[in-house]
T-cell receptor, first 114, second 115 residues
Framework: NAGVTQTPKFQVLKTGQSMTLQCAQD?????MYWYRQDPGMGLRLIYY???????DKGEVPNGYNVSRLNKREFSLRLESAAPSQTSVYFC?????????????FGSGTQLSVL | GESVGLHLPTLSVQEGDNSIINCAYS??????FIWYKQESGKGPQFIID?????DKRQGQRVTVLLNKTVKHLSLQIAATQPGDSAVYFC??????????????FGKGMKLTVNP
């Protein structure tokens, strides 16, 4: 049972380039999330998808778009990367998405924007 | 504004000692709290959770205490081992606009266990 799988693990971009971070879960969870983690800032929610077919903004959505492709997959896209988007990105999933169920996290994507 | 935060940014303990990691929250309406452990290069892992109708919950070597009067949460680790070295996050269930609920994470605290 793989849990939450993220790709790639590492990525270096130049300012203005675009890329998509992929995430898939095999736990049949309804809800999926994208967080970014910066030193001293903790985990901040970028976007989430409470259920297949829905997406909503989190705390820091600017500069990002998401797609809930199906129940298993939730991708995060940077259309025009900026140095401020240098961070570690985590995908997570949960069963109900009501916030009272624990989140299961992927192993993260370390992104550097030069 | 409302926040979830940790009192201590770093904690160093000797192997075998008990560790206590503290967390303060400011939203008195929060009714669910959770602790995560994050090892270097990995994603956060669930440790233990507690609902506001409880003041104590125990797991394997870990205990979470909730004091709603002073809005304080703590994680106690018994007989700390080198494998417990990690960053620990507390998180609070917070109701967002529109009625949805999300977990809000604190900034994290690094625990170092010395052999």
């Amino acid at each position: 049972n793989a849990g939450v799988t993220q790709t790639p693990k590492f990525q270096v971009l130049k300012t203005g380039q675009s890329m998509t971070l992929q995430c898939a879960q095999d736990m049949n969870h309804n809800s999926m999330y994208w967080y970014r983690q910066d030193p001293g800032m903790g985990l901040r929610l970028i976007y989430y998808s409470a259920s297949e077919g829905t997406t909503d903004k989190g705390e820091v959505p600017n500069g990002y778009n998401v797609s809930r492709l199906n129940k298993r997959e939730f991708s995060l896209r940077l259309e025009s990367a900026a140095p401020s988007q240098t961070s570690v990105y985590f995908c997570a999933s949960s069963m109900t998405g009501r916030g009272n169920e624990k989140l299961f996290f992927g192993s993260g994507t370390q992104l550097s924007v030069l | 504004g409302e926040s979830v935060g940790l009192h201590l940014p770093t904690l160093s303990v000797q192997e075998g000692d008990n560790s206590i990691i503290n967390c303060a929250y400011s939203n008195s309406a929060s009714d669910y709290f959770i602790w995560y452990k994050q090892e270097s290069g990995k994603g956060p892992q669930f440790i233990i959770d507690i609902r506001s109708n409880m003041d104590k919950r125990q797991g394997q070597r870990v205990t979470v205490l909730l004091n709603k009067t002073v809005k304080h949460l703590s994680l106690q680790i018994a007989a700390t081992q080198p494998g417990d070295s990690a960053v620990y996050f507390c998180a609070e269930k917070r109701r967002a606009q529109g009625g949805s609920e999300k977990l809000v994470f604190g900034k994290g605290m690094k625990l170092t266990v010395n052999p």
